[in-house]
């Protein structure tokens, strides 16, 4: 009998790679999601070989970069989505940060959003952020103003407020809490975006990334960086939301959504 649900996992994995030498397949093979989205692959289709050998009846599909070892964003489905793009802008495409999938009525944006940091931890990449910020939000609104279910998962490199990092203080001037990168993600919010999880959990504490570092983790000095952003067209559909911080293998967590398998419409998926 098929579930009334319909669940949705995201995670920046950190390099396909080495989350697979980290027990990802297990967790995958054990996994009760219908979709799972991985960020931060780092691995092109000329490097999986037998790397995703096992993974039994999930489809596949890998958004890479051209530079190899950096950025990519992956999708696993139970079923093969309906369409599947990857394009929004050649200077966004060339990192492979994108994946647009129609599930059904539901389409799902799996999203690898830019770290403002340069390779000298400057902020020098934070216009290049905050443009496909703007960019990714243009696509989607026709869609959004109509009313369509629209989910748009991943690792965003941006903590919105004070509560969703342990030391907000000291992280001012930081790229993913500077004032205007949170500006953007307050953009999507106020236009009508749902942030899933707070829609659940209000306090503070929940974190689904953290540095390295030894202890940082055990002591949860984190911030909340990975979202599931609801349309409201899908968030009448909305069951709930979770972070997950026991899961292992990368310097992230995966986070999920729950939703009324009706989000799907009358399609295969739905029936």
């Known amino acids: 009998m098929r579930k009334s649900t319909f669940e949705i996992v995201s995670w920046n994995v950190n390099g396909l790679r080495a989350a697979v030498r980290k027990g990802f397949l297990d967790w995958l093979l054990n996994c009760k999601a219908d979709l799972v989205g991985v960020q931060e692959v780092r691995v092109n289709e000329d490097q999986l070989g037998d790397l995703l ?124 809490f500077l004032p205007e990168e949170r500006r953007e993600l307050d953009r999507w919010i106020k236009a009508g975006w749902i942030d899933s999880f707070r829609e659940f959990k209000k306090e503070t504490g929940h974190y689904s990334w953290w540095s390295q570092q030894k202890g940082v983790r055990e002591r949860n000095v984190g911030w909340r960086i990975d979202y599931i952003l609801c349309s409201p067209g899908a968030k009448k559909y909305l069951q709930d939301a979770t972070i997950h911080p026991s899961v292992m293998g990368s310097d992230h967590c995966p986070i999920s959504v729950s939703l009324d398998r009706k989000v799907l419409g009358k399609s295969s998926y739905g029936r």
């Open 53 to 176: 050998a096992g993974t039994g009846d999930w489809y596949f599909n890998l958004c890479s970069a051209e530079r190899k070892g950096y950025s990519g964003v992956a999708l696993f489905s139970r079923n093969k989505p309906d369409s599947l793009e990857t394009h929004l802008k050649a200077e966004f495409d060339r990192e492979g940060r994108l994946q647009f999938a129609q599930f059904g009525n539901l389409k799902v944006v799996n999203g690898y959003f830019p770290n403002g940091s340069g390779r000298l931890r400057d902020n020098s990449r934070v216009p290049y952020k905050l443009r496909f910020y703007r960019k990714l939000f243009k696509e989607l609104k026709d869609e959004f103003d109509d009313g369509r279910p629209i989910i748009v998962m991943g690792d965003f490199n941006t903590a919105h407020a004070e509560i969703d990092l342990a030391r907000p203080k000291q992280n001012q001037k930081a790229s993913g």
